[in-house]
């Protein structure tokens, strides 16, 4: 197969980006240097939070978040199926049970209404309730945080934001990682989302006590602050490892590429809000579907996705692919890979959500995609749907 000439989603890296790698490269801190923690205080002070835990992924984030509230064995962990495998792998690292709650038909993220109703009923039948409930913001576009926050304090469940496509994003007036209705939000630093640190995650809280102990947990469950010490020091050499955890930690090198992305996060959404409206301009003739956007939020827009007719979904996807268009399809739900089938999970557990995968398309888009590149896409696109309709 030939390469595709214009790829769904990449990093935009320019030399001051290049320049910060390499001043890491030639200092003394290569991992746990000054860079990590002046990447936390960067994205902390952009998203409105008190604390910011980076992390060598966003899965190790989401990993993290749900240790950090105690989900273990007995509990279980609720997300929506459209997302990627880790919003639900998290959970099973911790030995906990999963359930899916089906998608709005309109945004695409977790549906409100069907949330509550999943919770009556699991209420009334003495069944098991939510642990900690995972809204994913699906391609950008923030879930309906404060009804979420308000079943939350009704049913008693905690909170864990995925945000992994929605850093620059705003719910309420406010950006997505102020956790003002989560007690965590999960940020991803992956090479095609908004803002890329080569790979990484962050965690961000308004709690001081999760983010020390997700902190903790991110270096093998091992301090050296002696107030936390089981036993006096024996010497500055000296640690403790006091729980069970990973080695999640975020290098320096990592962190420098981060930082230095930061300060593009509000141009990077800008030309990516900009490119959306020109497709939507462009595409609106077409039989097509297009993620609602709720007017109390501003998507940053980490994806673009259409909806065609299932029918003719296939031959749509292939024909822009032999025209090197690089589309994808984000996401095949969940609960119907095959782990989750080996769980007990099938067809009819999420119809939304499975009839969304059965059309959707996501188109090219990222910050430095060329008008010349965006009027490709839009052409080959409109081409393969009026094709089919002839």
Known sequence: MSKLTIPYGRQDINADDIAAVVDVLRSEWLTQGPAVPAFEEAIATLCHADYAVAVNSATSALHLACLALNVGPGDTVWTTPNTFVASANCARYCGAEVDFVDIDPDTWCISVAALAHKLAIHDAAGKSLPKVLIPVHFAGQSCDMKAIAELGIRYGFSIIEDASHAIGSTYAGEPVGSCQYSDITVLSFHPVKIITAGEGGMALTNNAALAKHMAMLRSHGITRDINEMTGPSQGPWYYEQLELGMNYRMTDIHAALGLSQSRKLGEFVEQRNQLVARYDAALRHLPIRRQSLPAETRSAHHLYVIRVDAAHHA?????????????????????????????????????HAEAYFKEAISLPLFASMSLQQQDQVIDAVSAAIENIQT
């Not at 399809?329 to 969940?334: G, K």
């Open 315 to 351: 031959d749509i996807f292939n024909a822009l692919r032999m025209q090197e268009i690089g589309v994808n399809l984000h996401y095949f739900p969940v609960h119907l890979q095959p782990y989750y089938r080996q769980l007990g999970f099938g067809e009819g557990h999420c119809p």
